[in-house]
């Protein structure tokens, strides 16, 4: 009878490692799906990058052809303000002579 329980115990072990092995390889195999699964995730994400990094390049080649002919026509600007101060200096003291010949012919 000792032997009878011995070879019960030795199945009933034996059983208990074959389920706590399939649960590990359940576990293994659902972590390696996983691993998949978002392994294809991060290759879309990299080629949407990639398309994106373009995209970008694009508008930051624009952006800076923008920002020169802004400077360019900041440049501009400047230089007819400048022109255009140096021209109301003019009027101004124009302004103020013919005031002063105004006072002079009223004054005869």
Known sequence: KSFLELIKLYTSMVGMKVDALEDQKDRLTNGLEKLRATSE?????????KEKAVVVAE???AADVFAKE????KATVEE????????AEKCAK?????????????KD
């Open 59 to 61: 508008k930051a080649a």
């Open 41 to 49: 995730q991060v290759a879309g994400l990299e080629e949407e990058l």
């Open 80 to 87: 007819e303000s400048a022109k255009a101060a140096v021209e």
């Open 94 to 106: 124009i302004a103020k002579d013919v005031s002063i010949q105004q006072a002079d012919c009223e």
């Open 70 to 73: 802004v400077g360019e026509k």
